[in-house]
């Protein structure tokens, strides 16, 4: 808490700055306490299986092909030895940027439900 002078139309700005950070605070913590499950990955097996499909990316498909090569396996790419085959780098690059478009649209998305909610809570009517 700020223990300096505060001018009289700051105070409840202040309050509530700091309640909010405290409220924060108090969440990190109650998170940093949540144990996760352990979450598996997928298996080589499984990755050659998804490699297979037509519908598979571009990437992965050109990782398969260096697997078959010999010039990689599957273990590498499951443990991101982008340096064993030049393929798996990419394909770790086109994920990212996948991941990034995908979390751009959750974004927007998250915007807009909230929007649509805020104007529900004020009686907008939305068309």
């Not at 992965?60 to 010999?70: F, I, M, N, T």
């Not at 998250?110 to 004020?122: G, T, V």
């Amino acid at each position: 808490m700020y223990d300096g002078y505060v001018p009289p139309r700051l105070e409840a700005p202040l309050a509530a700055f700091e309640n909010a950070i405290a409220d924060l605070r108090t969440r990190r913590i109650r998170l940093e306490q949540v144990e996760l499950p352990a979450a598996s990955g997928p298996s080589g097996a499984e990755l050659a299986e998804a490699a297979a499909r037509p519908d598979a990316p571009a990437e992965l498909k050109a990782v398969a092909r260096a697997v078959d090569e010999g010039r990689a396996s599957w273990d590498d790419v499951l443990a991101g030895r982008v340096d064993a085959a030049p393929e798996i780098g990419e394909m770790f690059d086109a994920s990212r940027e996948r991941f990034a478009e995908l979390w751009e649209r959750g974004q927007a998305e998250d915007e807009r439900l909230e929007r649509e909610q805020r104007d529900q809570r004020n009686g907008v009517i939305s068309r």
